[in-house]
């Protein structure tokens, strides 16, 4: 099959566990992929970094391998579309180099400066400006606490980038932009204009000659180098596009291009985004504005730090048993987490999680909190301790959908499910359950790396319009419905999972929990 096609679109997410790449026909239709985990390091407790050396690492592993499946000519291939972390930052000297690893976007170091930016520009007039609540979780916080806690490197930064920019000019990029989509999470906006914030500049210590200029998404940007393409496989001279931040290819890739539609991305982190034509549709405060993959449009979002990531550490962690079984029957070591959970009872026998490993995001942003098991019995057994996981991930994403539905006009009439989550059908029911609306599932699980290779074909002038090239590569495999028997208990539940993270929070015992950290750890 792969022999006939003759137009064939590449897809790149450079995530924060391992970069992902997808060959697309232009109706959608998978030809290959490839993935190559990597890591993160935890340098100090709340501290994430990761190597970008690492990660491009990954890129290019991840793309040989899909080359490799796929087969193809290389007249075949039209266009690279590139997804990229948002919120993760590197610190580059003159000559585009990073002079020490990136901090991730999921990085808690900053918290004080929450209140030291406050004293310049207030919480409200900073969420005005920014379209972002005023947050010590944003890169703003991040690149102020190295300006005054690691002066030296400071000093020596020439450049402060994100990963589309970077990547993409490792790749052969001679347009070094950014975009209003990649940089949503850096909270350095000026969200009417799409542009780069000067205030928020000046209080990160930054001026505009110290971050690339912004242009826009879905735009050619330069053609696959020669050293690129000996490194990533792909042929020489291939068009590379700027793509989007990852949530924003996401968006596009479900097809979420229109107002009163609305994806929840079940990734490392679960980030909710639906379009926005007009920045005053947007009611309350607890939600954050940013540039949309669709030029010049905006998406609203949303976010829960740690979701597929709480699987994976109980994975790393625990699963010793569900990684053997997974060995044996040749699947994922989470398939069998998730057929276990299920061998439990709706609610987990009482059991709750709270999945703020990373802090709590929308619609709280409450860096400080934790996650923990709360109600454990000794009756409850391994069934009831994954369920209460998945379903803690599940209740964390509830509380930003019912955010989305009281905070923007019209609300969410529209709403799909996406990611690596999605693959597994129980977990996807739990979810469903839970948040208690239908839920459309698209065809491609992966919709970050489809929204990238779409971006990148409307970028190279294949379609005329991204709406144009998601109507042609973006349609559904099924639409998931709540279970209806178990409605009051998931209601009871979530109000029972608010209540418990509310006694935590309004007690300071998170705060308690974070001082005694930066104290002894």
């Not at 709540?482 to 539940?493: E, H, K, S, V, W």
Request: net charge negative; hydrophobic share 40%; proline share 4%.
């Amino acid at each position: 099959m792969s022999g006939k096609v003759t137009n064939a679109f590449i897809g790149i997410d450079a995530g924060t566990t391992g970069a992902t790449v997808g060959i697309y026909d232009e109706t959608g239709r998978e030809i290959s992929g490839g993935y190559h985990e990597y890591s993160c390091t935890y340098p100090r407790a709340g501290w994430v970094e990761q190597d970008l050396a690492e990660v491009w690492n990954g890129v290019c592993i991840a793309s040989r391998q899909a080359i490799a499946a796929a087969g193809l000519p290389a007249s075949a291939y039209r266009s690279v579309g590139l997804s990229s972390q948002r919120g993760t930052f590197g610190l580059l000297d003159k000559d585009r180099k990073p002079l020490a690893p990136s901090i991730v976007w999921n990085d808690g170091r900053a918290q004080a400066y929450e209140a030291r930016f406050a004293q310049t520009l207030s919480a409200q007039a900073y969420q005005d400006h920014t379209g972002m609540p005023l947050a010590a979780a944003w890169a703003a916080a991040k690149i102020a606490w190295v300006r005054d806690n690691r002066a030296d490197l400071f000093e020596k930064t020439r450049w402060v980038a994100n990963g589309q920019e970077y990547f993409l000019y490792l790749m052969g990029a001679d347009d070094w932009r950014t975009d209003p989509a990649s940089l949503t999470l850096n909270g350095m906006m000026d969200i009417r204009n799409l542009d780069w914030s000067d205030k928020v500049l000046g209080l990160c210590g930054l001026t505009r000659d110290m971050v690339p200029p912004v242009g826009r998404t879905a735009t050619q940007v330069g053609t696959i180098s020669k050293a690129a393409s000996e490194q990533m496989g792909i042929p020489e001279g291939t068009p590379i596009c700027r793509g989007a931040g990852d949530q924003q290819c996401a968006a596009v890739g479900a097809g979420v291009i229109k107002q009163g539609m609305a994806e929840f991305t079940i990734g490392t982190s679960a980030v909710m985004v639906a379009h926005v034509d007009n920045v005053d549709r947007v009611t309350g405060d607890k939600l954050f504005l940013g540039g949309h993959g669709v030029p010049g449009m905006w998406d609203l979002e949303g976010a829960a730090f740690a979701a597929g990531v709480c699987l994976r550490w109980w994975r790393d962690m625990f699963g010793a048993a569900e990684v053997e079984q997974a060995g044996r029957e040749n699947c994922s070591p989470y398939a069998v987490m998730v057929n276990r959970a299920l061998q439990a009872p709706a609610g987990a026998k009482g059991l709750l999680f709270h999945p703020f490993m990373q802090g709590q995001v929308t619609p709280f942003y409450d860096v400080a909190a934790k996650g923990g098991y709360l109600g454990l019995r000794l009756d409850h057994d391994r069934a009831d301790i994954i369920r209460a996981l998945l379903e803690g991930v599940a209740n964390e994403m509830r509380m930003i959908v019912d955010t989305f539905q009281a905070g923007m006009r019209g609300g969410v009439t529209e709403f799909r499910l996406t990611g690596g989550g999605t693959k597994s059908p129980g977990f996807t029911q739990i979810i469903t359950d839970v948040i208690g609306i239908p839920a459309g599932v698209p065809k491609v699980r992966e919709c970050t790396v489809l929204g990238a290779a779409i971006l990148g074909a409307v970028g190279a002038g294949c379609f005329g319009s991204t709406a144009e090239a998601a109507d042609a590569m973006v349609s559904l495999e099924s639409v998931v419905e709540p279970t209806r028997g178990n409605r009051a208990l998931y209601d009871d539940q979530h109000a029972l999972f608010k209540q418990a993270y509310h006694g935590l929070s309004d007690s300071h015992v998170f705060q308690a929990m974070h001082d005694l950290n930066a104290k002894y750890y």
